[in-house]
């Protein structure tokens, strides 16, 4: 069931076809079917011949034990007396007595003489009896007297046979139908397992071909086929996702990095042009060596986004005291704060215990802090708190005294280099909540903006971080 | 200072090594990998800057991991442009004592070879550093100048008491940032300049010397005027 | 089939091995005789239509047809154990 086995080599083809998953269930089927069919057919035998034989030597059995008891009380007179009587009642014809002596004479019973075939271990023997000028089947049973006699109980067993042959005819043709079938099944399983699978290998052939658009086709039965088909579309899905998110850091590279790039280029330029004299050379450099350093820092940020959001960073996660890197952050910050004259309020449990990792979010909680001091004006209050929202959830949340964000521009927050109208003369590439988005992915969590103090003039902007405390 | 500088940028090396050469240090500069590791095994050095993608088949891990095999316990500080996280740690965990990613500023690079090469003297626990007429005491965590007692917040002792135990050397922002907090991340405002200046506040105003010095465009450093 | 390999053991030997197998004695006139014998010994007080069987099975191997004689002496018989 291979998807391309159009390549040359019969064999390694019959090879190969012997070796796919869909023969081999074909197969199973097959021989379980054969099985069950055989199994039936010994059930049958068993029940129909088997029962027929059993019964016949029941009543030789039977028949034997009364003629030894007759032996026992009457001897031979007594035997030949029962054996008569049996005969006389024998509408059937079926049964056959023989009682010799010791020579082998025979004393009483309807057949001629003792069978000359050779003695069987055991008491029990097929012969063959003639009857009339044919010979027939005989069931017969052996039982030595004492002194020598020996009695001889039987039954004719045409019948037993003429059953057994139409058993076994009838048998054979069923198993040759069963057969047939079992191969028709076998088939149409494969050809419905291959149908099934075929959406699923040929998009998959399509993808490795290159067209990444393609999805598994769903039917709707939602069966395994259709969970595999789902998984693989998810995946493809993901992978899209880090594909765009690589193309979205080249062009925003290739675009938006340009500008500082240009614009330290120009600095440059114009100073070897024009500067009057070395001081302002030397200046000019010094601005350009910052303007640099901004730029390095921005492929930084830009790096470590697409590092958290690719998640590659999950492996390394482990556990930590969220409240610990939220005291470090405020202290971090606290001095800032201080000195333009904010308030910074701070307000979470003794301990945060989460798993994830610590250097993002310390990262994504400095950006919080850093946008908060940037746009609450002297004389503002900045609140930083944190706690369990829920089971298995840690939020950190950062509120401000500035601006705020528009609805639009709230849906925009998160885009690469995405500046808000009131902030684009303030310092920054816009990358800030960007990361804290990463950071939030990563963690199994989100980011959510809303007002601060809703309907006031200046509604600030809350910034809640969720995260999951669990890896 | 004697220095083996194994870098194969070509101007990188000619940077780095006419700074280092400045500052006061003897450099040597090889280019590949095999040479590196031959040098540094047979000379004694003070120090090794590595850098970690080389030429010839031995790359700086394997100059470090050799070196530490070797029992060779010469500092070593990884300048590269691997910056990633997991390759600072790989750096680190081979035997590498700092990792400085590029692009870098000369003057970090400096203050961290220097910050290295003066750690193994200060390795004799003491428990009183002394600049001047400041006095650090690690026992008590307290700090006079002039017997003055002077109050300090936590974490502006440990910042103090990582100066000063680098007096006279240059200490960077992000040295502080990794030292004194214990992390690393990029904040986007010069957030640490306030808590130097906080501690400034407190250790030289009132007194005629000051001993806390901002160095331009690399970081502070404490040291009692010549 | 072990009955199936005697006579083919026995469908194998010649004529005069043949005639080794056993014969079954029981559908001679002989034994009609005697099954006529019994009943009349054995059944006199029978009801009637068991001893017009009986009649017509001894009819029956005058004719020459032993095995259908003998076959209705017999259920004459049986029948009067039965009535017994």
């Known amino acids: 069931m291979t998807v391309s086995s159009e390549d040359a080599g019969g064999w390694r083809d019959i090879g190969a076809y012997l070796k796919s998953a869909g023969f081999r269930f074909a197969a199973l089927f097959a021989v379980l079917f054969l099985a069950a069919m055989l199994g039936f057919a010994l059930m049958l035998w068993w029940g129909t011949a088997g029962t027929l034989s059993r019964q016949i030597d029941d009543a030789i059995r039977a028949d034997a034990l009364g003629l030894q008891e007759a032996w026992r009380t009457g001897g031979v007179a007594a035997v030949r007396e029962a054996i008569g009587e049996r005969l006389a009642v024998d509408i059937d014809d079926h049964a056959i007595y023989l009682l010799t002596d010791e020579a082998g004479l025979r004393l009483a019973g309807n057949l001629d003489r003792w069978p000359a075939m050779p003695e069987t271990p055991g008491s029990w023997s097929a012969e063959a009896v003639r009857r009339d000028g044919v010979v027939v089947p005989a069931r017969l049973y052996r039982l030595p007297l004492d002194q020598g006699h020996r009695l001889l109980v039987g039954r004719d067993a045409t019948d037993r046979e003429k059953l057994r042959s139409l058993l076994s005819e009838a048998l054979l043709w069923s198993f040759a139908v069963a057969v047939a079938f079992a191969l028709a099944g076998a088939a149409a399983l494969r050809r419905a397992l291959a149908d099934r699978l075929r959406a699923a290998a040929a998009t998959a052939s399509a993808i490795a071909a290159g067209d990444l658009s393609r999805r598994v086709p769903l039917s709707s039965q939602r069966d395994e086929f259709d969970q595999l088909g789902a998984s693989m579309n998810a995946m493809l899905d993901r992978i899209d996702q880090l594909m765009i998110g690589i193309k979205g850091v080249s062009d925003s590279i290739a675009h938006d990095l340009r500008t500082p790039i240009a614009r330290a280029r120009m600095r440059l330029e114009n100073a070897l042009l024009s500067a009057p004299d070395a001081e302002s050379l030397r200046a000019a450099m010094e601005t350009t060596v910052a303007d640099l350093d901004g730029i390095s820092r921005v492929f930084q940020a830009l790096l470590r986004i697409v590092e958290a959001e690719a998640g590659a960073r999950r492996a390394a996660f482990a556990p930590f005291d969220l409240a610990a890197v939220l005291t470090d952050a405020a202290e971090v910050y606290g001095a800032l704060a201080e000195e333009r004259g904010l308030h910074l309020q701070t307000s979470w449990p003794d301990r945060l215990e989460m798993v994830g990792d610590r250097d993002m979010v310390l990262q994504a909680v400095a950006n919080l802090l850093d946008n908060a001091v940037k746009f609450t004006p002297a004389g503002g209050t900045i609140r930083l708190s944190a706690g369990t929202p829920a089971r298995g959830k840690r939020h950190v949340s950062v509120s401000d005294e500035g601006p705020g964000l528009t609805p639009e521009d709230r849906a925009r927050a998160g885009e690469r280099f995405f500046r808000a109208d009131p902030s684009r003369a303030l310092p920054g590439a816009g990358l800030g909540l960007s990361l804290v988005k990463a950071v939030a992915a990563l963690h199994d969590g989100e980011l959510r903006l809303r007002d601060a103090r809703a309907g006031a003039e200046r509604p600030g902007l809350e910034a809640r971080l969720l995260l999951s405390s669990r890896a | 200072m004697q220095i083996l500088l194994v870098e194969d940028d070509a101007e990188v090396a000619r940077f780095v090594q006419k700074g280092l050469q400045e500052a006061g240090h003897i450099v040597e500069h090889v280019a590949n990998g095999r040479d590196g590791l031959f040098l540094a095994a047979v000379e004694p050095f003070h120090l090794l800057v590595l850098d970690r993608m080389l030429p010839g088949g031995v790359d700086g891990l394997r100059i470090v991991e050799t070196l530490r095999s070797q029992g060779n316990k010469t500092p070593v500080l990884f300048l590269t442009a691997l910056g990633a996280v997991d390759e600072r740690v790989k750096g680190l965990k081979a035997g590498g004592d700092d990792y400085l990613v590029k692009p870098f500023a000369f003057a970090e690079l400096l203050a961290r070879i220097e910050a290295l090469a003066r750690r193994p003297a200060m390795e004799v626990p003491a428990t009183k550093l002394t600049v001047a007429d400041l006095e650090v005491d690690l026992l008590s965590r307290t700090v006079t100048r002039g017997g003055k007692r002077i109050e300090v917040q936590p974490r502006e002792f440990r910042l103090l008491e990582h100066l000063v135990r680098h007096a006279g050397q240059v200490v960077t922002r992000t040295m502080l940032l990794e030292k004194v907090w214990d992390y690393h991340f990029d904040p986007q405002t010069n957030v640490i300049d306030v808590h130097v200046s906080r501690l400034r506040q407190k250790v030289d105003r009132g007194f005629d010397v000051p001993l806390i010095h901002t160095v331009r465009n690399a970081g502070y450093m404490i040291r009692a005027d010549a | ?84």
């Open chain 3, 1 to 84: 089939m072990p009955w199936v390999a005697a006579l083919l053991l026995f469908a194998s030997m010649p004529a005069w091995a043949q005639q080794a197998a056993p014969r079954l004695i029981s559908d001679s006139p002989e034994y009609c005789a005697e099954l006529a014998a019994r009943f009349v010994a054995l059944e006199p007080e029978a009801p009637a239509h068991l001893r017009l069987l009986a009649d017509e099975g001894r009819q029956l191997c005058a004719e020459g047809q032993t095995r259908g004689g003998i076959a209705k002496l017999r259920r004459a018989l049986k029948e009067a154990q039965r009535g017994e």
